[in-house]
């Protein structure tokens, strides 16, 4: 396993970390999620990524309860704020009243003195930013947090944000959290650069675009009846983001250029990933022992020109400005 350092900070996480979102707490039980986080640590990935958010809060107590049997110093661990939580009209953004509250919670749901990562989950418009900063900046004061950071803020918002806590002679950002796929370039475009400047790393989640760059899904056919698209609790932003004829053509493409590499397509989109520089660890979701081998395995692959070129031509990337 590769580790990398998050930007310019000395926290090193491995460049494949491993998810909770739609699985540990919700679609994989108590043994099943022990046997991904088992294969996960022992195949030396430190980071693990999970929010308040995910199955409101049981992702966070049921992860907390995984990791106990393993040694906190060997753990990189991510938690979010921002999502509701409740119905009060206090419950949710990023208040200074709600981060700590929730921050308090998380640590109690994942048993632990400390969380590595605070994410804020989205960003937050009614808020100040000099008040979600200095609760940030207070939390790790406190002890409570080492790094924090933001995900899917908009670039304007990000850099504002780190002249914000400058001013305020607070912590800023450390690590941004974008979505990042073959179908979603859009973090090359304006997000890699500013992060790469201010020394922010890059942790980014849906490598897979909720499934389609598997090839599982093929032009014309029927879903498949156990897969993530059959699943209406599962399959909101896939259908939203990704479901069209087109883009499972081009994961077809993606399927015979794999199979000319011997891997999997999986494997492809992963190591693609990988490849920048700017990103410190890619976010694994398997939801089964079998899945998350074989992604493993995403991190041995190195990408030639040549392929990336063919890649470029299936899944271009976005136009230069004029």
Not at 26 to 49: M, P, T, W
Not at 298 to 320: G, M, N, Q, V, Y
Request: glycine share 6%; aromatic share 8%; with cysteine.
């Amino acid at each position: 396993m590769e580790y990398r350092k998050l930007g310019k900070w000395g926290l090193k996480v491995s460049c494949l970390g491993l998810g909770s979102y739609l699985t540990i707490g919700f679609r994989c039980d108590e043994g099943q999620s022990r046997q991904l986080v088992k294969i996960a640590y022992h195949a030396g990935i430190n980071y693990f990524d999970t929010a308040n958010a995910y199955a409101q809060g049981e992702a966070e107590i049921l992860l907390g309860k995984i990791l106990k049997d393993y040694p906190r110093e060997k753990l990189v661990v991510l938690t979010k704020v921002w999502a509701p939580m409740g119905e009060g009209p206090n419950d949710r953004g990023l208040s200074a009243k709600h981060i700590r509250e929730q921050c308090h919670a998380s640590l109690k749901r994942l048993q632990m003195d400390y969380v590595d990562i605070y994410l804020c989950h989205r960003a937050d418009p009614e808020t100040p930013l000099e008040e979600t900063i200095r609760t940030m900046d207070d939390l790790a004061r406190e002890g409570k947090i080492l790094y924090w950071g933001v995900s899917e803020w908009p670039v304007f918002f990000l850099l504002q944000a780190q002249r914000t806590a400058e001013k305020l002679n607070a912590r800023t950002i450390s690590v941004s959290q974008p979505r990042y796929n073959l179908f979603y370039r859009y973090p090359e475009k304006e997000l890699f650069p500013v992060t790469e400047q201010e020394g922010i790393g890059n942790v980014v989640f849906s490598p897979l675009a909720h499934g389609m760059l598997t090839g599982k899904y093929q032009p014309g056919q029927p879903v498949p009846p156990e897969s993530r698209a059959a699943d209406s609790q599962a399959n909101k932003v896939l259908m939203k983001m990704y479901w069209t004829e087109e883009n499972k053509q081009k994961s077809q493409d993606l399927v015979k250029l794999a199979k000319e590499m011997g891997v999997t397509p999986a494997q492809v989109a992963i190591a693609w990933c990988l490849r920048r520089k700017e990103v410190s660890s890619v976010i694994l979701g398997a939801r089964n022992p079998q899945q998350l081998q074989e992604n493993l395995k995403a991190a041995e692959i190195r990408l030639e020109d040549s392929l990336l070129k063919r890649l470029d031509s299936i899944f271009p990337p976005l136009p230069e400005n004029p």
